[in-house]
Nanobody, 130 residues
Framework: VQLVESGGGSVQPGGSLRLSCVTS????????LGWFRQAPGKEREGVSC????????YYLDSVKGRFSMSTNRAKNTIYLEMTGLRPEDTATYYC????????????????????????WGKGTLVTVSS
């Protein structure tokens, strides 16, 4: 599975961005797709995850109400709409894929920190600064 992110950039606090992740090679077997971010000096953390059945989406507590994940199955693309951006959202954002039977929420909160994802995109930088 290949993943290509785009849409990062520099914005002022309170601004908005939409990230895109184009995927290829997905099948109907169980999988999780997610947005992760890594700030300098910090560990990578899951921001939002979805599974192939869209059973239970996951959002990091600090982004709930501000970020929204959506999908376009026809375009094999997932999006992360980010509003109300804060300086602490500054990070490189990665799209990740994992072949798994688990839901997006369960895998990203309980298993991803230990087992990671099978495939990663190269990342796109988001900078929030005045």
């Amino acid at each position: 599975v290949q993943l290509v992110e785009s849409g990062g950039g520099s914005v002022q606090p309170g601004g908005s961005l939409r990230l895109s992740c184009v995927t290829s090679g997905l099948t109907n077997e169980g999988w999780v797709l997610g947005w992760f971010r890594q700030a300098p000096g910090k560990e990578r953390e899951g921001v939002s995850c979805i599974d192939n059945q869209d059973y239970e989406r996951y959002y990091l507590d600090s982004v709930k109400g501000r970020f929204s994940m959506s999908t376009n199955r026809a375009k094999n693309t997932i999006y992360l709409e980010m509003t109300g951006l804060r300086p602490e959202d500054t990070a490189t954002y990665y799209c990740g894929f994992k072949r798994t039977i688990y839901s997006g929420k369960y895998y990203c909160t309980s298993l991803a920190p230990k087992y990671g994802m099978d495939n990663w995109g190269k990342g796109t930088l988001v900078t929030v600064s005045s």
